[in-house]
């Protein structure tokens, strides 16, 4: 069965990150869509072995509640990676019905390490004079991608620069570890006792 244009060039940007993602290249390329997205989230969580760091609205919706997603995610919990999920749109009726926290809440109780917490903060880039939000998704410090348009999904990534993605994990951590930061109970959100 022949591809068409667009599965394509999906498959061709996925080998790309790929190669990146591989090789180390300190790269910085643009991402756009969801489509897009996955792919570079994909693959932070692949080449990731420690930390993974997320600031997103609430996670409920396309490629948060994505399977490819959620199972990219869970291959790296199931290596005994260390998730933060930080939150500024979160919605309990929306989380209750997600496969994500399910799948959250399920690793949670098997006492993999694991936080989320909801904020109020609505973090933009210092050098975006109109202070558009940003949301962004840090491995290791050292694989980033930063979503620059969060409803049109643009986002500026690299695989390997640890001198922007450290800066980021820094300011995130600071966020993460703000009083004003309140953890959300998933195991209790879904009805499971601890």
Known sequence: MKQTKEEEELLKYKEFVKMLSDTSDDRIFLNK?????????????????????????????????????ISALSNFIDKNGKVRILLNDFDENLAKKSNLYKRLSYFKRMGKDIIVKRTTARPYRESDSQKREVHFTIGDKRAYRIETDINQRTAQCSMN?????CPIADFYDTLFTDKQSTEINIIELLGYNE
């Open 161 to 165: 620069r640890p001198s922007v993605a």
């Open 33 to 69: 869509g969801e489509k897009h997205a996955l792919i570079v989230l994909e693959s932070i969580f692949r080449q990731s072995t420690e930390n993974v760091r997320i600031f997103a609205g609430n996670l409920c919706r396309t490629v948060g509640n994505d399977a490819e997603y």
